[in-house]
């Protein structure tokens, strides 16, 4: 199957500052990637989607200027979290969609970024 | 945002037994897939289902795609420790690259030696 990164896997900081995090596809190009959002014992929420050389498509509810999406390349996506606050402690998770070995087209996620803000 | 149904939320099972879980929609979706997901980590893809009555296999696990479109269920058989976790399924109404999942509520699975 198609192998997603993401960096860094851990974060913290502080309150008020910004953190970036990247989510890149490994061995296959992705034009459209998604950002996840999953809470303790929660299921995942998507919050936007990442379009490579267009603006991001966000969900009902995902501040587009808090959460700002990049996707400059086929092959990376980042999520910036602007002026964190301990409330956006989450683990954040993006994946994209890819083809497995039998050619039919499906999504695989990263292994996720734990953003823990003070 | 939506969600899809699963059930059950959460299960203890002891190991060499059969589990049984499933996932509803009041909507139809045209792709169905079923994902593990181990602490502190990402969703890892199990079986992926295209096709309505469609019956799948990998290894201990046996996925359905529902002949309505709006549920899919996932067997494992003979359950062994490694297979605790949370399984969610989700679905997909469209193909494409920019095509998005909706995620199940998840099942949290425990294994008893």
């Known amino acids: 199957g198609a192998v997603v990164s993401q960096h860094p896997s851990r974060v913290i900081c502080k309150s008020g500052t910004s953190v970036k995090i990247e989510c890149r596809s490994l061995?296959?190009?992705?034009?459209?990637m998604f950002w996840y959002r999953q809470f303790p014992k929660q299921s995942l929420m998507l919050m936007a989607t990442s379009n490579e050389g267009s603006k991001a498509t966000y969900e009902q509810g995902v501040e587009k200027d808090k959460f700002l999406i990049n996707h400059a390349s086929l092959t990376l996506s980042t999520l910036t979290v602007t002026s964190a606050h301990p409330e956006d402690s989450s683990f954040y998770i993006c994946s994209a969609n890819g083809f497995s070995g039998t050619g039919l087209e499906t999504q695989y996620f990263g292994p996720g970024t734990r953003l823990l803000v003070l | 945002g939506q969600q899809l149904n699963q059930s059950p939320q959460s299960m203890f099972i002891q190991e060499g037994e059969d589990v049984s879980m499933n996932c509803t929609s009041s909507s139809i979706f045209n792709t169905w897939l079923w994902y593990k997901q181990d602490p502190g980590e990402g969703p890892v893809l199990l079986i992926a289902l295209y096709k309505a009555g469609e019956l799948t296999s990998n290894g201990r696990l046996t996925a359905q795609f529902g002949i309505t479109r709006k549920d899919s269920f996932l067997n494992i058989s003979a359950s062994i420790p490694s297979d605790v976790g949370i399984y969610f399924c989700a679905g997909r109404r469209s193909t494409g690259t920019a095509s998005k999942l909706t995620f199940g509520t998840g099942t949290r699975l425990q294994v008893t030696l």
């Open positions: 061995d296959f190009q992705a034009t459209t």
